[in-house]
């Protein structure tokens, strides 16, 4: 995915995402070496589009930002270095932005156009929950925050896609578990809720893959009735949901936060959101899910996160610094 936004003061004024998503479904994951060269094809094309449909020249632009990990490196390297090469002929300010951190201000982003609501920005508690990453976040301030706790093995999106694997279902399998869950229930089959009742912030999602596993070599005509698909996709998403909001809400209690937030692709499942505002509403908890179209990785996020770092403090990123490909959120 190679993707661009502008914004000024808080306004996403373009925002355009060229998904390679079909592409890499072939392969039933993300090919590195493919998505670097998609991106090297599509980066002027979308470039010069979203500054078109933004009513603006590059000389107009009072900086680039582009994100500078972590993420696989190959595809990293293209937007980072192109970026950097952009903000130096345009002789404007360069901006790396961590992927993570930028995941912490796009539920903060919405309306139409969108923009950024600082206005009603609160300490927070963000999970950033997607194909890559399932992280638990304080967000104390603007700028401010300390990582709380991460998975120690799969990330959530990587548990659905895994298990959407074994059931035969197609990549990315989230998205697809989510709709067959619709007609499911979600207590048909108990599968295990990992590390839910342990009392720290981390998350475990590789053993749910393999109880699920041995789950279907046990009972493999589940698979071949439409009825126990459901019930099956249900089970599992149940499963994942109710460790992902119940771990969320323990730490926004704990850190006696008003507000949580969410974000990444697994953010668009509708049980976690109908779950978080659930269980936000009894807690009396604001709740903050960044938008559908936003939950993915996108450019607003970065480009926002980027004017933040600019009016506060003025921080830049050298024209020569590398992209950091393991990059950890502190
Ligand atoms: O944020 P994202 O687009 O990419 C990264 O991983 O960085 O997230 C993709 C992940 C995939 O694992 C996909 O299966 C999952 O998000 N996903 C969903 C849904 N939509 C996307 N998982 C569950 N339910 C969904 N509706
Ligand atoms: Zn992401």
């Given at each position: 995915?190679?993707?661009?936004?502008?914004?000024?003061?808080?306004?996403?004024?373009?925002?355009?995402?060229?998904?390679?998503?079909?592409?890499?479904?072939?392969?039933?994951?993300?090919?590195?070496?493919?998505?670097?060269?998609?991106?090297?094809r599509n980066f002027f094309p979308v470039a010069t589009a979203a500054l078109a449909e933004a009513g603006v020249t590059a000389a107009q632009l009072d900086a680039v930002a582009a994100t500078q990990g972590p993420g696989l490196p190959t595809a990293l390297l293209v937007g980072f270095k192109a970026g950097q090469a952009v903000a130096f002929a345009l002789r404007k300010p360069f901006v790396g932005i961590h992927h993570h951190e930028a995941h912490l201000y796009s539920p903060w982003i919405s309306g139409t156009p969108p923009r950024a609501r600082f206005d009603q920005f609160q300490p927070n508690v963000s999970l950033i929950v997607s194909g890559g990453h399932t992280m638990l976040v304080h967000v104390e301030d603007e700028l401010k925050h300390r990582v709380l706790g991460g998975t120690i093995d799969d990330a959530a999106g990587e548990c659905f896609d895994k298990a959407g694997k074994l059931m035969g279902l197609p990549y990315p399998a989230g998205p697809v578990i989510d709709r067959l869950a619709e007609k499911g229930n979600p207590k048909a089959y108990d599968f295990?809720?990992?590390?839910?009742?342990?009392?720290?912030?981390?998350?475990?999602?590789?053993?749910?893959?393999?109880?699920i596993r041995y789950f279907l070599r046990d009972h493999p005509t589940l698979l071949e009735h439409n009825e126990t698909l459901h019930d099956l996709c249900a089970s599992v998403?149940?499963?994942?949901?109710?460790?992902?909001?119940?771990?969320?809400?323990?730490?926004?209690?704990?850190?006696?936060?008003?507000?949580?937030?969410?974000?990444?692709?697994?953010?668009?499942?509708?049980?976690?959101?109908?779950?978080?505002?659930?269980?936000?509403?009894?807690?009396?908890?604001?709740?903050?899910?960044?938008?559908?179209?936003?939950?993915?990785?996108?450019?607003?996020?970065?480009?926002i996160l980027a004017e933040r770092k600019l009016r506060h403090g003025g921080i830049t990123t050298l024209y020569d610094e590398e992209i950091a490909p393991g990059l950890q959120l502190a």
């Open positions: 995915m190679l993707l661009l936004a502008l914004e000024t003061s808080g306004e996403v004024r373009a925002l355009m995402v060229s998904s390679q998503i079909q592409m890499h479904a072939e392969y039933g994951g993300v090919v590195p070496e493919l998505a670097a060269r998609e991106h090297l295990p809720r990992p590390l839910l009742h342990d009392s720290n912030d981390d998350f475990s999602f590789s053993g749910l893959k393999t109880s998403q149940a499963a994942i949901v109710e460790v992902l909001v119940q771990k969320t809400l323990r730490a926004a209690t704990r850190l006696n936060v008003r507000c949580v937030t969410a974000s990444g692709g697994v953010t668009c499942n509708r049980a976690l959101r109908a779950e978080l505002a659930r269980a936000c509403e009894r807690n009396q908890f604001a709740l903050h899910l960044a938008e559908q179209s936003l939950c993915t990785d996108n450019a607003a996020m970065i480009g």
